[in-house]
Every structure is written in C-alpha cells, then in structure tokens.
C-alpha cells in the first residue's frame, strides 16, 4: 500500500497500543500530509506488576503518556473513552461512540486490532475493540436508521469508510514502508515509561528495527508493519 490516505482513524484499545502495533504507519502517513485521530477505548488501569499502584493513578499515567506519544507521532487528536481496562465489550453504546468518531471525523482508512486471530491469545479488549471498530464502519456509521440520533442532536451525517486495515492478523496481505520512522516510532514508544521503564530511544529502536524487518517478509520494502485489509469500497 503506497498510497497516503487523507483521513485515519485509529480504534485503539490500551495506551502504547497504536504505537507498538501501527506507529510506523501513522508517521508516514502523518508526513505524507494524513490527518489521523486516535480513539483510546480504555484507561490503561490495569498494565502494571507494582503492586504499589493503584488503577486511579495509573489511568492517569498512562493517558498522559498517550497523549505525549500521539503528540510525537504528529496525531491531529485523543478521544478518550475511558472504559475500564479488561472490560470492554460489544454494546450499543460502544458502539455508538465509534459510530459517532466515524461520522464526525470520516476517515478513509481505519486501523485497529485483528479481532480473527488464531494462532495465538489475544486479549480480549483486543477482540472486542477490532470486532466493535468492524461492525461501527460496516454497516452502522453508513446507514441512516442506525443511531439516528447523532444526526437529530449532533447533524452527523452517515459516513463509509473505505478500508479497513487489521494489525497483528495471522495471516497480513498488505505492508506499509515505515524505513524512514523507526526513530520517530522509537521516541513515541517510549513515551510510555510506565509499560517499559527505562528504555531509551535507541533500544527501541533496535527492536522496531528487528520486529519491522520480520513484518515485511513476503514485501519488496526492508521495513514495514504488516496488516489485513478489508475494503468497503469497490
């Protein structure tokens, strides 16, 4: 995929999500002149082994560390959901508030987590965000009778998002170059101190570097992040 496209939404579902997943993928696109905005499903309250913390405080780290990362990336804007880490699932509300990030900020391109995976565990607020992001662009923010109230109170009109790419599948048909944004990758990562104390630029990088180099097996780049595209528009 070389093409940049205008409008990105990003459903993420914990903090640092979006940077370790697709962070690669938002600075080019960012550079390339995208417009992306982040949606963070969850607070984050419960990624910690101190057991000196509290969900409270750690909440609010970690959004603060979000909110610094998706400055270095470039990102236009955070919504921020905050629902309880580990306890998302498939509601009409939730659903309705990503039906509404859709219709307000009508993105091109959507990525978000794998929900299909296989292979291996995946965490659950991971299914349950992809699976919700999925159903929210295809069919409800398209179609008019569905939350019709966003139109009535909020004059949303009906939007169609014309991909969807998955990150972390099993089995990725589409790569996007990222070989020059592994330092900006790097420093965004990083930003979230609280899942990785300590680590500095270069050793993230180093790893990026290593991770992106087995993600674009089967591509013609050196470095990619790797994805699952699904179309709407045909």
């Known amino acids: 995929m070389d093409e940049t496209p205008g409008r990105v939404l990003v459903v993420i579902p914990h903090p640092d999500d979006a940077e370790g997943w697709c962070g690669g993928t938002v600075a080019a696109w960012v550079k390339g002149g995208a417009r992306v905005v982040y949606v963070l499903c969850t607070d984050g309250s419960k990624g910690t082994d101190d057991p000196e913390m509290s969900p409270q405080r750690l909440a609010q780290i970690r959004e603060k560390e979000q909110l610094e990362a998706a400055s270095v990336l470039g990102v236009e804007d955070v919504v921020l959901l905050r629902h309880a880490d580990g306890e998302l699932e498939d ?36 299914r349950i965000a992809g699976q919700v992001a999925a159903d929210a662009a295809f069919p409800y923010a ?13 004059g949303l009109e ?34 979230h101190q609280s899942q990785n104390p300590g680590r500095t630029v270069e050793q993230a990088a180093e790893g990026i570097s290593q991770r992106a180099r087995l993600s674009a097996a089967g591509s013609q780049v050196e470095y990619a992040e790797a994805f699952r595209k699904v179309e709407f528009r045909r």
């Open 91 to 126: 509601t009409y509300e939730f659903r309705r508030e990503l039906v509404r990030a859709i219709r307000l900020h009508r993105p091109d391109v959507i990525l978000c987590p794998d929900p299909y995976r296989r292979k291996s565990h995946w965490h659950r607020d991971h």
């Open 142 to 154: 398209r179609d008019h009778l569905h939350f019709q109230e966003l139109y009535r109170d909020e």
């Open 158 to 191: 009906t939007h169609k998002a014309g991909t969807i790419l998955f990150w972390a599948p099993d089995t990725p048909d589409t790569h996007i170059d990222i070989g020059g944004h592994i330092d900006t990758k790097a420093r965004a990562l990083v930003c």
